[in-house]
């Protein structure tokens, strides 16, 4: 059995670890109501643009859009795979790596060749553990992640798409739900998909200026870069929001075996001043 001298000192210990845990929760917790309002301002236009985009799809005309593009065999795939730069998250970034896996093994049953970009400091360790290959990685995506910063990202998976290097672009991150839901998630960027029976009628009668195609052609960059920055901002809050949790379950359960420590060190306390009261008593009782 443990001396009360080594309980005292685990005591002590497991006290500082519950500051710690304590105060990443609380930065975690400013973090993610800073992360979740930007996503929340975000996705009225991000919705709008889409709305505008299946009008204009709707003409038949525009549908042939570089963009718009679809193979009817996928030979290349660019597969984006978003991770935090930090661990302490639970389970965050494994679901979103344990997710990339199964991707890229079932391209690789479908005989698609698959080019890996990760972001991330944890994805990019995953990657080199495993010895899987990958063509970029990137580490500045952050919680002051702005639109100039996806833009770039995006600029360049159009083009790539544009020049047919790639068939399809895919981007693997964890959806914010509610503060109490975020689901990883695979979406498609790369051609632009357009719900079928979500466009509006051709019948429908509108008129715009300048045409169409016009109107396409401008807005279907932009909406593809808000698309990714709206992936981006989903990632950032979900992960927030998954270290507040886990730093609150990590500093409850240091609360509980600060209890259970101090149960053990009264019962020790308690046995060695009985023990120390037996020996006097013995002593006494020799004397006599």
């Known amino acids: 059995m443990a ?22 929760e609380l930065v ?12 929340v301002a975000s996705r009225p236009y991000a919705d709008k643009i889409q ?18 593009r679809k193979s009817p065999q996928v030979r290349k795939a660019l597969l984006v795979v978003v991770t935090a730069n930090r661990g302490l998250c639970g389970g965050y970034n494994a679901n979103i790596l344990r997710m990339a896996h199964h991707k890229i093994e079932e391209y690789k049953k479908q005989r698609i060749e698959v080019t890996v970009h990760l972001i991330g400091k944890k994805a990019i360790s995953f990657f080199n553990y495993r010895k899987n290959p990958y063509e970029a990685s990137f580490t500045h995506i952050d919680d ?3 639109f100039a910063d996806a833009q770039k990202f995006s600029e ?18 964890t ?3 509610s503060s109490s839901s975020q689901t990883p998630v695979c979406e498609t960027l790369l051609p632009v998909e357009i719900p079928e029976g979500e466009s509006v ?15 396409l052609a401008s807005l279907l960059p932009k909406a593809i870069s808000q698309s990714f920055y709206q992936s981006l901002l989903d990632a950032v809050a979900s992960e927030q929001i998954a270290r507040r949790i886990a730093m609150k379950n990590a500093t409850d359960a240091a609360s509980d075996m600060i209890k259970n420590l101090t149960k053990q060190y009264n019962r020790v306390r308690q046995a060695k001043i009985t023990q120390e009261i037996a020996e006097i008593v013995g002593g006494a009782a020799a004397i006599q």
């Not at 001396?3 to 990443?24: A, F, L």
């Not at 709305?51 to 718009?68: F, K, M, N, T």
């Not at 360049?156 to 047919?164: A, G, K, L, N």
């Open 3 to 24: 001396t009360s001298k080594e309980i005292r000192n685990r005591i002590g210990s497991v006290q500082n670890t519950k500051k710690i845990t304590r105060t990443m």
């Open 28 to 39: 975690s917790t400013a973090k993610a109501k800073k992360a979740v309002d930007r996503v």
């Open 51 to 68: 709305d505008l985009i299946r009008s204009l799809s709707s003409q038949g005309e525009v549908a042939e859009h570089p963009l718009l």
């Open 144 to 146: 002051k992640l702005t």
């Open 156 to 173: 360049d998976y159009m083009e790539r798409f544009s020049i047919e290097a790639v068939d399809k672009i895919e981007v693997l991150y």
């Open 175 to 177: 959806r914010y739900m």
């Open 201 to 215: 009628e051709k019948s429908t009668p509108f008129l715009f200026e300048p045409s169409p195609e016009v109107i």
